[in-house]
């Protein structure tokens, strides 16, 4: 392995949803995912094949094929996080080489996705790539960042909403993504559509915020955590939104529904046998390490 070399140690991610890596080669265990703009450090190259090695907002590392980051120096880096940009709010959507639906498609795009917005034309935002591409994206499927923010509601029950729409997605292991989720991607993809940055993984997600260990006082919206006991010390595998009156919302297999309550016609006895307890985050945003947004996360600023 190699470092970055000297004057491109950053770089923003370059297509729709970019897969991280364990390794260097198509073959290595998918770990992660990473979104089309997200900016990230450049940690080392590859020897063999240039691919690099890179650390996303959340701090989680993998390698990812070079093309689908743009290298870029630290002035260009900065450049790109300070530009007006769109956040796209669609769960699905293309971007075309005109203004027109009946264009040729330059790019899939999904929620959560950032380009930089260079103007409008019709219906159509008018968006560059990190790599210089130019396109248009319907306006339907997209708002400006800064009036996108704005508009945010990050009640619990807003983003159970955003949970929902997303019923019957496939799970995929490691996905964070609409294209598919693994179970903390998920929640973590749900959190992001909100402008929330929170931990990768399930164990982490259990650690920041407030534990609650009593059913009775989890609330809509909080986090619900499900493994094994080795003595005191919890070994998650699995994680959900709690909905309430029992229910929770989870990836497993697909996006779906569940009930802790052994009544509910909707009963998972399988997850109530190792639920351990619950967790509430969303009070904590800003305030807890591990958990922000892309106005206070550093690598949205530098």
Request: glycine share 10%; charged share 20%.
């Amino acid at each position: 392995m190699c470092l970055a070399a000297a004057g491109q140690e950053y770089g923003v991610v370059n297509i729709s949803v970019c897969n991280l890596r364990r390794s260097a080669d198509f073959d290595a265990e998918m770990v992660s995912q990473a979104l089309l703009g997200t900016p990230v450090h450049i940690l080392q190259l590859a020897d063999k094949n240039g691919w690099p090695q890179v650390q996303t907002p959340d701090t989680y590392t993998g390698w990812v094929h070079y093309e689908g980051i743009t290298r870029m120096s630290k002035e260009e880096y900065s450049a790109w996080n300070a530009a007006p940009k769109v956040v796209v709010t669609a769960l699905f959507g293309l971007v075309y080489d005109r203004p027109s639906r009946k264009g040729a498609t330059l790019s899939d795009v999904v929620a959560g996705d950032r380009l930089r917005l260079l103007g409008r034309k019709g219906s159509f935002w008018k968006v560059g790539f990190p790599d210089g591409r130019s396109g248009y994206l319907p306006r339907a499927d997209a708002q400006e960042l800064t009036a996108w923010r704005r508009s945010l509601d990050n009640s619990p029950a807003a983003i159970l909403n955003t949970a929902r729409s997303m019923l019957g997605f496939p799970y995929i292991w490691a996905g964070m993504s609409p294209k598919g989720m693994d179970c903390s991607g998920f929640v973590r993809t749900v959190l992001f559509m909100h402008d929330i940055i929170a931990p990768r993984d399930s164990g982490p997600q259990s650690r920041v915020g407030v534990r609650i260990d009593k059913i009775e006082l989890l609330a809509p919206g909080d986090l619900v955590f499900f493994g094994r006991w080795n003595g005191d010390t919890p070994r998650i595998s699995h994680v959900g939104f709690y909905l309430g009156g029992g229910q929770f919302i989870h990836s497993l297999g697909m996006v779906k529904i569940g009930s802790l309550d052994p009544s509910a016609p909707d009963y998972d006895a399988f997850n109530a046998g190792r639920y351990l307890f619950g967790g509430s985050i969303l009070p904590f945003i800003d305030v807890h390490e591990g958990l922000n947004t892309t106005l206070s996360n550093p690598y949205y600023a530098e």
